[in-house]
């Protein structure tokens, strides 16, 4: 038998309704409208035309989205790697009590104040092969033989990318590590040395499992951020050179602004490739989520 419910129990639903409603309107309604784009053919003028899956098919065939999805896989794996290693082991130096951790700690965070855009505009001024800082300071110091064209050469373009990606969130992530390190029982670590144990002793049996959830939550929001990455490589290098760091993101805009080799925007097609990222990151939000139950029911 169903029971009324009461004004008290429909209470969340009033606080919760203003938000939901708010996102459906900005996130829902142009989510849904991009998906039913992804089928038809359109250039942001003429009326659309509906062509039902021309555009999914098309993608297994475009040379240029296949090297964007593999440049993203490389760009997502390589960042992945270092923003969860290397903020770690700062954390772990920064925790064991040496002396000015509280300013290291902000200057590792400043860099995360400043917006991608920006940082990509800075970094590309520092690299720029001619009057750039980076290629004066090497010259300036006899090393003119390693001064490279460092967003202009297909070898150096996607490491140097992935460097400054490394270089602005690491501090974000340092906070991360920082703060669950914090309430690690010390206690643990006590009884580590009156065993025996030794500094990478302690890492790797107390410090390791005892941040896996926060570890598997750092390596998700990153692969997740590396297949939507677009801010700081399209200011950098616009995905050049001739697509050498074109990703899901840059090769997207190309498209739907018409950069990818014509002045004919193509509005439906990249639409389809928006789907193509929202699916892969719906895939990596149930995986995170799957992580941290599973690494909750484990604690």
Do not use: C
Not at 4 to 27: C, D, E, H, K, N
Not at 288 to 299: A, K, T
Request: a neutral charge.
């Amino acid at each position: 038998m169903a029971t009324a419910r009461t004004p008290q129990s429909l209470a969340p639903w009033f606080f919760l309704a203003p938000t939901a409603l708010i996102l459906v309107g900005l996130m829902g309604i142009p989510m849904g409208s991009a998906i039913l784009l992804s089928f038809q053919q359109w250039n942001g003028m003429s009326p659309a035309v509906w062509i039902g899956i021309e555009n999914y098919l098309r993608l297994p065939t475009d040379p240029l989205f296949l090297q964007s999805l593999g440049n993203t896989a490389y760009f997502t794996i390589a960042t992945v790697v270092f923003k969860a290693s290397i903020p770690l082991f700062v954390a772990v130096l920064l925790n064991a009590g040496i002396r000015g951790s509280t300013a290291f700690r902000t200057l590792y965070f400043m860099p995360v104040i400043i917006s991608l855009a920006i940082s990509g505009l800075l970094w590309a001024m520092i690299l720029e092969p001619n009057f750039g800082i980076l290629n004066e300071a090497l010259r300036a110091v006899g090393l003119g033989n390693f001064a490279k064209l460092w967003l202009a050469d297909r070898a150096t373009v996607m490491p140097t990318i992935i460097f400054v990606s490394v270089w602005h969130d690491i501090g974000f992530y340092l906070v991360i590590y920082f703060a669950a390190l914090r309430v690690i029982p010390v206690e643990l670590y006590e009884a580590a040395e009156i065993d025996g144990a030794n500094g990478w002793d302690k890492f790797v049996n107390i410090t390791v499992p005892m941040l896996k959830p926060i570890i598997a939550l750092v390596i998700v929001l990153n692969t997740i951020n590396g297949v939507k990455a677009f801010d700081h490589i399209w200011v950098m290098t616009t995905g050049g050179p001739n697509h050498a760091s074109d990703t899901l993101g840059t090769y997207l805009y190309s498209l739907a602004f018409g950069g990818a080799g014509s002045s004919n925007p193509q509005l439906g097609y990249a639409a389809a490739v928006a789907v193509v990222i929202l699916i892969i990151s719906l895939i990596l939000s149930v995986i995170q989520l799957r992580i941290g139950r599973r690494n909750e029911v484990e604690y």
